[in-house]
């Protein structure tokens, strides 16, 4: 059987990974004048390999053992990934009404439609995903972070 520091080494790894296809995915959209079909699906290909490097560990090895580990770090590092998948949650409440908006008026194929005018809504929508994808990336980067302290203190510590 392997080891255990090699999987929580490899799921470190996975996770630290996708963080610059977050961040290069978040930068498409910020750096896009004009939000087109090619421009959104550029962008999400880079967010869903991103999450997937992310989703993947969580879902497969940290969350079926976390019961098993309540001590404080895996207490605080559970606390901000969980606190993560809130906000980005949060975030998609705010992706689907903006999408479906600018579906229905055909926003991505025409470029001078003002995304304002579309819906009544549409302000409260992007505050929502601003908000819920800005809280994702500090709470991810804070589990992250505590993610490496505890993997330090239970795999590498006794090493040195």
């Known amino acids: 059987m392997v080891d255990e520091s090699v999987i929580a080494a ?15 995915g978040a930068w498409i959209m910020i750096d896009a004048e004009v ?6 699906t550029r962008h999400l290909r880079y967010i869903l390999v991103g999450l997937l490097l992310t989703t993947v560990p ?3 090895w940290m969350v079926p053992r976390i019961l098993g580990q309540l001590s404080g770090g895996a207490v605080i590092h559970a ?3 969980l606190q993560a998948y809130a906000l980005l949650t949060f975030a998609l409440t705010g992706i689907v009404r903006i999408f479906q908006a600018k579906r229905d008026a055909d926003a991505y194929e025409d470029p001078d439609v003002d995304i ?8 409260h929508w992007r505050s929502r995903l601003r908000v819920g994808v800005a809280g994702f990336m500090i709470l991810w980067l804070c589990a ?12 590498l510590a006794q090493l040195l």
């Not at 799921?11 to 610059?20: D, K, Y």
């Not at 992250?144 to 795999?155: E, T």
């Open 10 to 24: 490899a799921a470190g790894l996975s996770v630290t990974a996708s963080l610059p296809f977050l961040l290069y």
């Open 116 to 123: 304002d005018e579309i819906h009544e809504d549409m302000g």
């Open 58 to 60: 969580v879902a497969t």
């Open 35 to 40: 939000v087109t079909w090619n421009v959104l």
């Open 144 to 155: 992250w972070l505590s993610g490496l302290y505890r993997f330090y203190n239970l795999h």
């Open 79 to 81: 606390f901000f990934g």
